[in-house]
């Protein structure tokens, strides 16, 4: 596994940063936060036409077929910028359902997402525990058809979205995954309010009527089966958000590197005094350290792994160089940092976003823990 990129990769990472920074100034973040509403049409159009939402897409669905290591690259450059969440959980939401759905199905499903004319989100796991993707949307058999009533903890971007990808037990029939409008009647969605300012909400159905064309998987009396590709394309988007945390701790080190070599005290650059100078290199070491852990796992997810240790290996990595960066800078800037025109803040506000979005530290180590004694169970197996 070489996790050196190419010369192809590195231009077209180079592309999107220039893309990003042309039509995703601190500006346009600032607007989205105050109205989630108000995303860049500019922005979102030309990721359309770049194909970034059917970049890692099977030809099949109408996709360009790239790996997920390829979209990772974009995740980066969105970290960098701030890319609008909005925007990075509807090309999740593609990703997630061309791993889950059957090929007709995901054509169907994604001509709109392609087209630039779906809004969606996701709702796979909850927060508190992501590798437990075990429904929190149970359906029951009405008179008019299937009903569905549940909770979702924590649910992003959903207050502005057309479709949320969620996976429903429909008791003896087995486990299954619908999209469903979120519009639709039946569908409370609370908006939360949160410290990085995100469009997040807390899901409540109630006797939600299902049609037909918004089940993706249909249920499956083999639970294991559905559970194990739900899984994974939770790991795939976890990954893709490990991309992102990296992109967000190379901005954080690029403002600091320059805020130090530009600002001066007692006659000399912040950076020429050593102190000054050991917080960037742990910094740069941290972000070097962190890449390598998302490309991995980006890596392994794309060849069709669960790939739960590397996931969560990255989960872990890149969420601390994030936000410990974030912290770095705010020490080095002094007083100026906490200044909110100063626009550090939003780098730190995404970091905690990223970390309690896939779960804290604390679930991230039990998940490692029980991936770590299930292997050990394994290898204790095969020598009996």
């Not at 500006?27 to 770049?50: G, K, Y």
């Not at 890449?291 to 739960?308: H, P």
């Not at 800078?329 to 025109?341: D, F, P, S, T, V």
Request: glycine share 8%.
């Amino acid at each position: 596994m070489n996790l050196t990129l190419s010369p192809e990769e590195e231009a077209f990472s180079a592309s999107m940063r220039a893309l990003l920074a042309r039509e995703c100034p601190t500006e346009v973040v600032r607007r989205v936060q105050a109205d989630p509403t108000a995303l860049p049409p500019a922005l979102w159009r030309r990721l359309v036409d770049q194909s970034m939402f059917g970049l890692a897409l099977p030809t099949s669905a109408g996709g360009d077929g790239a790996t997920l290591l390829d979209l990772a690259l974009f995740y980066r450059e969105a970290g960098y910028a701030l890319c609008p969440s909005a925007i990075l959980n509807s090309i999740g939401f593609g990703v997630a359902v061309s791993l889950l759905a059957d090929e007709a199905t995901a054509k169907r499903v994604l001509a709109p997402l392609l087209a630039g004319e779906l809004r969606a989100t996701v709702a796979l796991s909850a927060p508190d525990d992501a590798s437990d993707c075990a429904p929190r949307v149970r359906a029951t058999r009405g008179v008019g058809g299937w009903r569905l009533a549940g909770r979702l903890p924590y649910v992003a971007d959903v207050a502005e979205a057309d479709a949320l990808l969620v996976p429903v037990d429909f008791g003896a029939a087995g486990i299954g995954v619908v999209c469903l409008p979120s519009g639709a009647d039946g569908v409370d969605r609370r908006r939360l309010a949160t410290q990085a300012r995100q469009s997040q909400s807390h899901v409540l159905l109630s006797d939600v009527p299902l049609r037909d064309d918004d089940v993706i998987v249909p249920p499956n009396a083999d639970a294991a089966a559905v559970l194990l590709r739900l899984r994974r394309a939770s790991n795939a988007l976890t990954a893709l958000q490990t991309a992102e945390a990296v992109g967000g701790a190379e901005r954080v080190l690029d403002r600091t590197v320059e805020h130090v070599l530009t600002r001066h005290q007692f006659g000399r650059p912040l950076g020429a005094f050593q102190a000054v100078a050991h917080h960037v290199a742990d910094m740069r070491i941290a972000v070097q350290g962190a890449r390598l852990t998302a490309w991995q796992a980006a890596w392994a997810v794309g060849r069709g792994e669960l790939a739960e240790r590397e996931v969560v290996i990255a989960a872990l990595t890149c969420h601390q160089a994030f936000k410990q960066n974030t912290l770095t800078a705010h020490q080095l800037h002094g007083g100026m940092g906490y200044l909110r025109e100063t626009d550090l803040h939003l780098w730190s506000e995404r970091a905690k976003l990223l970390e309690l979005r896939g779960g804290g530290r604390e679930v991230l180590l039990r998940r490692l823990a029980r991936e770590l004694a299930r292997a050990r169970a394994e290898r204790a197996a095969a020598h009996v």
